[in-house]
C-alpha cells in the first residue's frame, strides 16, 4: 500500500509541475471582456516615475542625416510630451531615446525604440507624421523582414511587386481591410495598427515572400470575414464553412532530359580520325595547293549550280497553270478563231472537242501552256475547213477547171 502512495503522489507532482501555468483563467471565456482592446495609461498609475534609466539606440544611413536633421525638433517635441529624452549624435551616426524622472508609463520607452525604427525608413513629413502615431496607446509596430525569405534576388523583386500590386492596389486594399498603415521598404515591411491587423498583415506579408498564397486570395476572405461580422447571428459560430478555400496549383515545370546510361565498358572509346588522317585516306593530302584550290572552287561552282536550278525551278513553277484554267484558255483560243460552224458539221466538232479534252486529260503529267494548245487548235480549224471543201466539191466545174489548167513548164536542165 505504501508503495502505491508513493508513485500516486510522484504523479501528482508530475502533473503539476506540467501544467502549472495552463490552468483556466476565468477571464478566458467571459463574453463582457475585450482581449484586444488596450487601455489607456493614467500617470496616476506610477506617481513615483522610475528607478532606473532606460535606453535604447540605433544607427542611420550618411545619405539620411539631412532629413533627420530637418525632422529632429518634430520628434523631440513628440517625445517631450510623454517625458522621453532624445539624443541625435552626427559624428557616430545614431539616434538614442531614453527615460527621464518625469517618464511615468514604464512602456513609452519601447514605443520611442519604434520610432527610431519607423524614423529610418521614412523620407517624407506625411510619413513623420504618420511615424508619431506609434506613441499611442492604441497604436502598434511590427518590422517584418522578408529580405532572408527568399534567396533568388530576381524572384524575390518579383514577389514583392506582387505585394504592392499595380499602382499599389493589393496594398491600399490590405491597409483598408486590416486597419494598418504599411510601408514596403528595400528588404523589410513596415506595419502600424491594432495588435490584430498586424497579425494578419505579417500572415499575408510573409505567404506572399514565401509563395505559399497570393495576396488576393487573403484579401477576398478578409472581405467574406467583414460581410459575416455585420450578422449577428453568425458572431459566435464556426466561419470556415463559409469562407472560401484555395488549393494550391504548382505549374507544371519542364522535366529535365535525363541522358540515357551506356552500358558500362572498362576500354576507352576508340580515338576519331584526324582531319589529316581524312586526307590521307581521300589522298588530298598529297595534292598541291593549286590542285586544293580548283577542286574547293569547282565544289563552289556546283554548289551554285544546283542552287540556281533549284531557284528557277521555284520561279517557273509559280507560271505553271492548274488544269482548269489551262483548259479554259484553249477554249477561249479556239473562241478567238472567229469560225463560224454550219449545222450539218455540228457532229465533226463535237467529236474534235472531245477529242481535245480526252488528250489533255490523259497526259496528267505533261504541262500546258496557252501558246501551244491555241497551235494544236488552229490546226484543228484547218483540217476542219479542208473537210467542209471535200463534202461541198462540184464534179463538172473541178473537170472543167481540170481543162483549162495551163501545162506544167518543163524544168531546164542546166549545164553543170
Same mark, same amino acid.
Given at each position: 500500500?505504501?508503495?502505491?502512495?508513493?508513485?500516486?503522489?510522484?504523479?501528482?507532482?508530475?502533473?503539476?509541475?506540467?501544467?502549472?501555468?495552463?490552468?483556466?483563467?476565468?477571464?478566458?471565456?467571459?463574453?463582457?471582456?475585450?482581449?484586444?482592446?488596450?487601455?489607456?495609461?493614467?500617470?496616476?498609475?506610477?506617481?513615483?516615475?522610475?528607478?532606473?534609466?532606460?535606453?535604447?539606440?540605433?544607427?542611420?544611413?550618411?545619405?539620411?542625416?539631412?532629413?533627420?536633421?530637418?525632422?529632429?525638433?518634430?520628434?523631440?517635441?513628440?517625445?517631450?510630451?510623454?517625458?522621453?529624452?532624445?539624443?541625435?549624435?552626427?559624428?557616430?551616426?545614431?539616434?538614442?531615446?531614453?527615460?527621464?524622472?518625469?517618464?511615468?508609463?514604464?512602456?513609452?520607452?519601447?514605443?520611442?525604440?519604434?520610432?527610431?525604427?519607423?524614423?529610418?525608413?521614412?523620407?517624407?513629413?506625411?510619413?513623420?507624421?504618420?511615424?508619431?502615431?506609434?506613441?499611442?496607446?492604441?497604436?502598434?509596430?511590427?518590422?517584418?523582414?522578408?529580405?532572408?525569405?527568399?534567396?533568388?534576388?530576381?524572384?524575390?523583386?518579383?514577389?514583392?511587386?506582387?505585394?504592392?500590386?499595380?499602382?499599389?492596389?493589393?496594398?491600399?486594399?490590405?491597409?483598408?481591410?486590416?486597419?494598418?498603415?504599411?510601408?514596403?521598404?528595400?528588404?523589410?515591411?513596415?506595419?502600424?495598427?491594432?495588435?490584430?491587423?498586424?497579425?494578419?498583415?505579417?500572415?499575408?506579408?510573409?505567404?506572399?515572400?514565401?509563395?505559399?498564397?497570393?495576396?488576393?486570395?487573403?484579401?477576398?476572405?478578409?472581405?467574406?470575414?467583414?460581410?459575416?461580422?455585420?450578422?449577428?447571428?453568425?458572431?459566435?459560430?464556426?466561419?470556415?464553412?463559409?469562407?472560401?478555400?484555395?488549393?494550391?496549383?504548382?505549374?507544371?515545370?519542364?522535366?529535365?532530359?535525363?541522358?540515357?546510361?551506356?552500358?558500362?565498358?572498362?576500354?576507352?572509346?576508340?580515338?576519331?580520325?584526324?582531319?589529316?588522317? $581524312? #586526307?590521307?585516306?581521300?589522298?588530298? %593530302?598529297?595534292? =598541291? @595547293?593549286?590542285?586544293?584550290? +580548283?577542286?574547293?572552287?569547282?565544289? /563552289?561552282?556546283?554548289?551554285?549550280?544546283?542552287?540556281?536550278?533549284?531557284?528557277?525551278?521555284?520561279?517557273?513553277?509559280?507560271?505553271?497553270?492548274?488544269?482548269?484554267?489551262?483548259?479554259?484558255?484553249?477554249?477561249?483560243?479556239?473562241?478567238?478563231?472567229?469560225?463560224?460552224?454550219?449545222?450539218?458539221?455540228?457532229?465533226?466538232?463535237?467529236?474534235? $472537242? #472531245?477529242?481535245?479534252?480526252?488528250? %489533255?486529260?490523259? =497526259? @496528267?503529267?505533261?504541262?500546258? +501552256?496557252?501558246?501551244?494548245?491555241? /497551235?494544236?487548235?488552229?490546226?484543228?480549224?484547218?483540217?476542219?475547213?479542208?473537210?467542209?471543201?471535200?463534202?461541198?466539191?462540184?464534179?463538172?466545174?473541178?473537170?472543167?477547171?481540170?481543162?483549162?489548167?495551163?501545162?506544167?513548164?518543163?524544168?531546164?536542165?542546166?549545164?553543170?
Amino acid at each position: 500500500m505504501d508503495g502505491g502512495g508513493d508513485s500516486l503522489d510522484v504523479e501528482k507532482k508530475g502533473k503539476k509541475h506540467k501544467g502549472k501555468h495552463d490552468k483556466p483563467k476565468p477571464w478566458d471565456e467571459d463574453p463582457n471582456i475585450d482581449h484586444w482592446k488596450v487601455e489607456k495609461f493614467d500617470p496616476s498609475w506610477n506617481e513615483t516615475g522610475m528607478l532606473e534609466v532606460s535606453s535604447f539606440s540605433t544607427l542611420f544611413p550618411q545619405y539620411r542625416e539631412k532629413y533627420l536633421q530637418e525632422a529632429w525638433p518634430i520628434v523631440k517635441r513628440a517625445l517631450k510630451e510623454h517625458g522621453i529624452a532624445c539624443e541625435l549624435n552626427l559624428v557616430e551616426g545614431s539616434m538614442t531615446v531614453s527615460t527621464t524622472r518625469k517618464t511615468r508609463d514604464p512602456y513609452i520607452i519601447v514605443k520611442a525604440r519604434d520610432l527610431l525604427k519607423l524614423l529610418s525608413r521614412i523620407k517624407t513629413k506625411m510619413l513623420l507624421l504618420q511615424a508619431i502615431k506609434i506613441l499611442n496607446d492604441e497604436m502598434n509596430c511590427d518590422i517584418i523582414k522578408i529580405g532572408n525569405l527568399v534567396r533568388n534576388k530576381e524572384r524575390f523583386v518579383r514577389r514583392r511587386e506582387r505585394l504592392l500590386g499595380p499602382n499599389l492596389s493589393t496594398l491600399k486594399a490590405i491597409e483598408i481591410l486590416t486597419g494598418c498603415y504599411v510601408l514596403v521598404q528595400g528588404n523589410t515591411v513596415a506595419a502600424m495598427g491594432s495588435f490584430k491587423g498586424l497579425k494578419q498583415v505579417r500572415r499575408i506579408v510573409e505567404d506572399c515572400i514565401q509563395n505559399a498564397q497570393h495576396p488576393v486570395y487573403h484579401i477576398k476572405t478578409l472581405l467574406m470575414k467583414r460581410e459575416l461580422a455585420k450578422n449577428p447571428a453568425l458572431a459566435n459560430e464556426n466561419w470556415d464553412r463559409f469562407l472560401p478555400k484555395f488549393k494550391k496549383k504548382n505549374v507544371k515545370q519542364r522535366k529535365v532530359k535525363s541522358k540515357e546510361k551506356k552500358p558500362y565498358t572498362p576500354f576507352p572509346p576508340p580515338q576519331q580520325p584526324s582531319k589529316i588522317d $581524312l #586526307q590521307l585516306e581521300s589522298g588530298e %593530302y598529297f595534292l =598541291s @595547293d593549286k590542285k586544293k584550290s +580548283d577542286k574547293k572552287w569547282q565544289e /563552289k561552282l556546283e554548289k551554285q549550280a544546283e542552287k540556281t536550278a533549284e531557284n528557277r525551278r521555284k520561279r517557273a513553277a509559280a507560271f505553271v497553270p492548274p488544269k482548269v484554267l489551262a483548259f479554259m484558255s484553249s477554249l477561249l483560243a479556239y473562241q478567238n478563231c472567229n469560225i463560224v460552224l454550219p449545222e450539218s458539221n455540228s457532229m465533226y466538232f463535237s467529236n474534235m $472537242l #472531245q477529242e481535245i479534252t480526252s488528250n %489533255y486529260m490523259k =497526259s @496528267d503529267n505533261e504541262t500546258h +501552256d496557252a501558246a501551244s494548245i491555241a /497551235k494544236s487548235l488552229k490546226e484543228k480549224a484547218k483540217e476542219f475547213k479542208n473537210h467542209e471543201k471535200h463534202d461541198n466539191i462540184n464534179v463538172e466545174s473541178y473537170i472543167h477547171n481540170a481543162e483549162n489548167r495551163p501545162a506544167k513548164k518543163p524544168k531546164s536542165s542546166k549545164p553543170i
